[in-house]
């Protein structure tokens, strides 16, 4: 008979292996909504910024904040959100942004890259 603690270290297991399989599967996604996120932060650099965008990195980075956390990397919801704000569709962020904007990204770059060599 098996103690409850083996039962929920096996299904602890069984999760940690489910949520690999899952990062490995949409780490395509994630990379790819990175890289507009990468596009978007040298477009408002070079003062090219469009609408759309714009729209299309309101939405990556939407979507990286609704994801990173589930793989563990709340660091990486937090810029997710911040840079949802910043591209905003109500107003085009300004030039003077573009810094930050890209740390933020290189950031994401970086934390979904570290966490790829860990699975």
Not at 12 to 22: M, N, P, T, Y
Not at 56 to 64: M, N, T, W
Not at 103 to 110: G, Y
Request: charged share 20%; hydrophobic share 45%.
């Amino acid at each position: 008979m098996k103690s409850s603690g083996q039962s929920g270290a096996r299904a602890e297991a069984v999760l940690s292996q489910a949520i690999e399989q899952l990062w490995v599967r949409f780490l395509p996604d994630t990379r790819q909504r990175i890289s507009i996120l990468e596009a978007a932060a040298a477009a408002l650099a070079a003062n090219t910024l469009t609408p759309s965008l714009c729209q299309e990195a309101h939405d990556a980075a939407h979507k990286l904040a609704g994801a990173l956390g589930t793989f563990n990397l709340p660091r990486g919801t937090d810029l997710a959100r911040e840079l949802e704000l910043i591209f905003s569709p109500r107003d085009l962020p300004g030039p003077g942004s573009a810094e930050h904007v890209s740390a933020a990204a290189a950031e994401l770059r970086a934390m979904v890259e570290n966490r790829q060599s860990n699975s």
